[in-house]
């Protein structure tokens, strides 16, 4: 038998059918579109799915059952999304309505949990118990696995690990504090870090990396920078990543699990941010006298962990 996962981003449905090694072996995407009414985006995933199981050559009946990974704050006992900022989801019984337009049982959990719990079952964590898992993206977003189980708090919006303050009276959030880890260590924080810098030293390269264009700055410029020896460039990448490091070693403090990974376009620095964060976090890190500490490791699944993830979410509530 075959699992299914749909992936529901702000811009993009893609499903994909997963095998019995977690291998993703078709998937079908469409536009999300929105802001627009729940039962219209519910229904283009059950057709996304429908899609991706006939790319697979298989049957609605050959699924044993299929999971959505999607923002916001999820009952993943009940299948309900009961908040969602992004989609603008309020109560929205999405695993009863695509039970009714597919016949397939669905279990639904925040993305970014189901990310984490694909990394947990096939990537970074297999083989763990106490399994953290921080995507460095737009926000910080960030899933955490405890015995074996998603934690999502008494009211299934726990582990909101962007939101935790690094800088007291520090840069606004999006959520509205100020200082929190997000506003450091995101993708944008990255972008506006190195705007700022470009500004402050005009002679940088970072300014010829991207045409002259401030607005064609990106997260990977700063990173371009340095690797070209430029001073103002490395000065951008070792305070981002001294942010990033920051928070790591309050999660490893609070959780103490056996592997952390970072997901996000940045882990694509690999060794270039990895080795830094560790060496700031060795310092950081309470339990540093003990022999056994927290791997910090890079995610191996790329897009493809919010997909696993969420079609095996459903070992955790049938």
Known sequence: ???????????NIVAGVVDENYKIIAIAKRKTNCP????????????????????????ASDIEAAGVGSPGAIDPVNGVVCYS?????????MAK????????????????????????????????????MITLGTGVG????????????????????????ICMDGEMCTCGRQGCWEAYASATALIRQTKQAMIKYPDTVMWELCNKDINAVSGRTAFDAMRRGDKAGQMVV???TAYIAAGIANNINIFQPEVICIGGGISNEGDNIIVPIRNIVEGDNYARHIPKKAQIKTAELGNDAGIIGAAYICDLYK
């Open 142 to 165: 960030g899933g955490v696995i405890i015995d074996g189980k998603i934690y999502s708090g008494s009211n299934c919006a726990g582990a909101e690990l962007g939101h935790t303050v």
């Open 238 to 240: 070792d305070k981002y």
């Open 97 to 132: 309505m695509l039970k009714d337009r597919t016949g397939i049982d669905f279990y639904i959990e925040n993305d970014a949990n189901a990310a984490a719990y694909g990394e947990f079952v096939a990537g970074a964590g297999k083989g763990t118990k106490d399994f953290i």
């Open 36 to 59: 627009r009414p729940a039962d219209e985006i519910v229904e283009d995933m059950a057709a996304v799915a429908i899609e991706a199981i006939k790319n697979a050559g298989l049957e």
């Open 1 to 11: 038998m075959y699992k299914l996962g749909i992936d529901l981003g702000g811009t």
């Open 85 to 93: 900022n992004n989609l603008e989801f309020y109560g929205v019984e």
